[in-house]
């Protein structure tokens, strides 16, 4: 039986990346090493090191100007050290609540700095994207952030913010790598590794090389970007084995088409999941304005919560695994990652289609 | 030919272990998801994190007033966390100086708080352990560090520092698990796991549970323990891969005899490379005082250093590799931790004494 894993993170990785590192994870390329026990100053790792970051600009037309770290602490560290490097002896920063995760970032934010909640969608509880002429910005912020996927309530913008000279901040730790981006229109980029990128233990930042070198020198020296981007992510240990999957994964996405391929093949996704709740005559139910439904993640209800319990069951009887929707949400959530194949999205929506004609 | 790799970290991995790894990457357990794939909510997840912790307490013997946290961001992020969580109040703390991992500790400790050098081998070149009788210890300090073991000057210490009701705290990143450890005698232990756990991008906290929870509320919170105490070592995505692979050699470890069956295997491969050093005629020398040579980590110079460069690429043809010393100290280093088998050390030793035969 095949099995489709819809988890929204950790989450789904590519079959053939899997096997690639099943077959050299005792020995890498002739080296007699698994990749997790090489020194990170050997040639080995340095090469593979390389290689990975060289192939994520390549995949995201990353500008010269911009540094790419490989970090640790998640999505959840970085909601200290983007106000820790980003302030510059600024006092406020704009946020754009639009879900649970822009709650986190906004929360932590408020502990280092005034916090301008420039948008929010909470009237109508966090199911849209509010339009940008609404936003009340402040220009002298010191930055402006916002998430642009957010992985519970599955709210996604298709459009980039233009704050002008007042740098851009995005946590895409749910839709890196899903769709095009223009990074040259942001100050920092950053991402949890374990949606669209790789395991979980690695975190993504791209960051303009100007937003460097800011912090208050009495905070943790590993708070601060500069230390980072002065040793090319050696500064420390870095999480070698999930750099390596990650860069893996670059490979996979470069050999299937490239950023532009992933979303096509993610919109067709997408637009197959949303027609089959939307022609369900209200047995499935999405509560997102579906100019702003999330390309990643898609929650949805049933008319009948009491159906939930064997939903699920069934689900996970056909191989459909981690379907669950977060408790804050309820329901059902569906997490199609770029390594989500169309054919589980099929799976998914034949499924669901016999249990709502059973049931309905 | 057989690899024996004597990387300082990342380091050698159990063979059974990577063995295991490697069957069940992709489909661990008949789940249909590699680890790398599982939500960290999810049971096949939690199982593995809670036995994980199971073992390691059972291993070390920890008591049950203690914390064991799987943390991010290695011993470096410790060196901020520690008195940012171990002051409590206080504006000092002590700390005994023995090499390059105690001179980091302190050096971003004295961004925090007034730091006391209790003790310092740097009078003969951090080549010894300072007698405890020596210590200037204050009784005001919020706690007592130091680093049980240098990873590159290749110095250990074989006693406990007793300083009574100040809490100790110790980075046992190079040797932990080598040997038992009176873990009640410790406020604090840490470790990152790329030396003698598991692949690096983990660390470990072993916390007794009154020191947790004095954190400034204005830090970050995911430098404050309480935050991951509170929710085990899940408040935010944890490096499931590397936990999973901690696990792993946790369970080899059980199986192999535990720590005490460590040791004695530990005592006898260094007994072995120290006596080939030693019995060299001066053609190998070891700088550290014989007592307090380290079990883990052994640097040893070459009497005629225009030959380092032979010796190494020889050794690497046998498939001895990584022997280079750290570029502080020179010459060469042979880690040797729980995972590199006596025949390692024998290869070593038997190449060694065939290479000073013909350059002696």
């Known amino acids: 039986m095949a099995i489709y894993n819809f988890s929204a993170g950790p989450a789904v990785l590519p079959r053939e990346v899997l096997q690639q590192a099943q077959a050299e994870l005792i020995d890498w390329h002739g080296s007699g090493m698994s990749v997790m026990e090489m020194s990170h100053r050997g040639k080995e790792y340095m090469g593979i090191h390389a290689q990975a970051e060289a192939d994520l600009r390549e995949l995201m037309a990353i500008p010269a100007n911009y540094k790419v770290l490989f970090l640790q602490g998640g999505a959840h560290l970085q ?140 905070l943790p020296t590993m708070l601060d970007y500069k230390t980072h981007a ?46 089959a709740i939307d022609a369900s005559n209200g047995f499935y139910n999405c509560p997102v304005n579906k100019a702003d439904r999330s390309r990643m993640n898609v929650p949805f209800t049933l008319k009948d919560a009491n159906l939930d319990g064997d939903f699920l069951k069934q689900a996970d009887a056909r191989g459909l695994l981690q379907l669950k929707g977060h408790r804050s949400v309820g329901g059902m959530r569906a997490s199609i990652y770029n390594a989500m194949p169309l054919e589980g999205v099929q799976a998914l929506v034949g499924f669901m289609n016999e249990f709502a004609s059973k049931h309905g």
Chains 1, 2 share one sequence.
């Open 79 to 218: 909601f200290s050290m983007i106000p820790f490097n980003l302030l510059r002896g600024k006092s406020s920063a704009d946020y754009a609540n639009t879900g649970e995760w822009s709650k986190k970032a906004i929360g932590e934010a408020k502990k280092f700095c005034n916090v301008n909640v420039a948008a929010s969608n909470t009237d109508r509880n966090c199911t849209y994207v509010p339009a940008f002429d609404t936003w009340k910005l402040d220009k002298d912020a010191a930055y402006v952030h916002y998430t642009p996927n957010e992985t519970i309530g599955g709210v996604e913008f298709n459009w980039i913010p233009n704050t002008g000279d007042v740098p851009l901040v995005a946590d895409m730790s749910s839709n890196i790598l899903s769709r095009p981006v223009d990074v040259w229109k942001f100050g920092l980029i950053y991402a949890g590794a374990q949606k669209n990128i790789g395991p979980a233990g690695l975190t993504l930042v791209i960051v303009r090389e100007d937003l460097v070198g800011h912090a208050d020198p009495r």
């Open 230 to 275: 002065d040793n090319e992510s050696m500064y420390n240990t870095p999480p070698t084995f999930a750099i390596y999957m990650a860069g893996l994964v670059f490979q996979w996405l470069k050999k299937n088409g490239g950023i532009g391929a992933m979303e096509r093949a993610n919109i067709a996704k997408a637009d197959l999941l949303y027609a």
